[in-house]
């Protein structure tokens, strides 16, 4: 009967060397990667992170608000500006150039790629007024500091005898700034 305490003892004590065994400092308990990313640009402001490449939701938009050249509740979204030094700036403001696939010969609607057909993504500036692709929108006063450059989206359709046809979509639009 000792003997067999000894045995399970032995054993147990095996089990619980072994175990430690596995937590040793340096073992691998996971890793994994960390990139950092960026761009020096030779301008008066940095664009904030979350500005530069967004998402901007327009939901799940009902066929019966397109048709007959119908568009949906537009959406805001901002390009935000940080750290700016405008002292060099002889007017202190700045102009945003929106470009992409044009809708056809729509110069004011972008392009939608996916199932869905008959609609266009418009953009318009902080004034209401649609932007014209590859033209400078509206110019805006900056200060120095932190900025915010307001805009809204929505979708629309071609126009008035498009056929509307219900799917998924996305919409690419690249902005450019030019400070003066």
Avoid: R, W
């Avoid at 060397?17 to 940095?46: E, M, N, Q, R």
């Amino acid at each position: 009967m000792k003997i067999n305490k000894l045995v399970i003892a032995v054993g147990v004590g095996l089990v619980m060397a072994s175990g430690s065994a596995l937590a040793l400092p340096g073992a691998d308990s996971g890793h994994g990667t960390v990139t950092f990313t960026g761009t020096i640009i030779d301008a008066p402001c940095s664009i904030a992170p979350d500005s530069i490449d967004q998402t901007v939701s327009l939901g799940q938009i009902s066929n019966k608000v397109l048709e007959g050249g119908g568009k949906s509740t537009p959406v805001p979204f901002q390009i935000k500006l940080e750290d700016c030094n405008v002292e060099s700036l002889t007017d202190k403001t700045v102009t945003t150039t929106f470009d992409g696939t044009p809708a056809g010969s729509a110069t004011d609607l972008f392009a939608i790629a996916g199932t869905a057909s008959g609609a266009g993504v418009a953009v318009t500036a902080d004034d209401g007024v649609p932007v014209t692709l590859g033209e400078a929108a509206s110019t805006t006063g900056i200060m120095s500091g932190d900025n915010e450059l307001n805009f809204a989206a929505y979708l629309t359709a071609l126009d008035a005898s498009s056929a509307i046809v219900p799917g998924d979509f996305t919409s690419v639009a690249n902005f450019t700034l030019a400070y003066n």
